[in-house]
């Protein structure tokens, strides 16, 4: 065994460890730091597939600013863990059912008679002035550009149907009209009553 096949072996087993402790912790903030742990040892991965401008952006946008979101909001919530932990044992045989055959199903699909190191070998290492960040954009902006902006528009429209959606409940709620704030004059809240400063006696 090489050297770099024992780093991919250490990486992937890492992974599979930390996802596999995200949905068996009952704990919200151990299951977002084992999360964070995933994500570093894929971007590890990508590391070593030479796609380094993904593995950064994952390190940066995921690690850097969506579990730091994530870990606040589960902090803020002050989730009850004993309600979590009800009903666990009763849904545990159809979970470990389902999972097993999950594992069975990728097993047969990706295990080494279809993606074996004899059927896809090695790719060749590039230049050393080899770019991925053009390559990516390259493609994104050529090959693949039409997928690329029909996905930015479904996700807009998903933040906009969110925000719609959040929104409804504070429709009978008191709010306040920026355009008649604007429109206050001085003598409608303002009211200056001239007083003596001493009481005469």
């Known amino acids: ?3 770099t096949q024992f780093v991919f072996y250490l990486f992937s087993a890492v ?3 930390a996802a596999a ?3 068996t912790v009952r704990n919200p903030v151990k299951a977002a730091l084992f999360l ?3 994500f ?6 990508w590391v070593m597939l030479e796609a380094e401008f993904l593995a950064i952006a994952l390190v940066l946008v995921y690690v850097g600013a969506v579990m730091v979101l994530f870990l606040f909001v589960v902090m803020m919530l002050d989730i009850n863990l004993a309600r979590l932990r009800e009903g666990f044992g009763e849904y545990l ?3 470990a059912v389902v999972a097993a055959l999950m594992i069975v199903e990728m097993g047969v699909i990706l295990g080494p008679r279809h993606f074996g190191l004899h059927r896809f070998p090695l790719p060749p290492g590039h230049a050393a002035g080899y770019s991925n960040t053009r390559e990516l954009g390259l493609q994104l902006y050529t090959t693949y550009v039409y997928p690329f902006e029909i996905a930015s528009l479904i996700l807009l429209v998903a933040i906009i ?3 719609a959606l959040s929104m409804r409940s504070h429709r009978r709620s008191r709010h306040q009209d920026p355009g008649k704030q604007v429109q206050v004059r001085r003598e409608d809240r303002v009211r200056i ?3 003596a400063a001493e009481k005469k006696g």
Do not use: C, D, Q, R
Request: aromatic share 12%.
């Open 193 to 195: 009553v001239k007083m």
């Open 15 to 17: 992974l599979i460890f």
């Open 36 to 38: 964070v742990l995933a």
């Open 161 to 163: 149907a969110a925000i």
């Open 21 to 23: 402790m995200v949905i």
């Open 93 to 95: 045989p159809v979970g």
């Open 40 to 45: 570093f040892s894929a971007a590890g991965l």
């Open 1 to 3: 065994m090489t050297f």
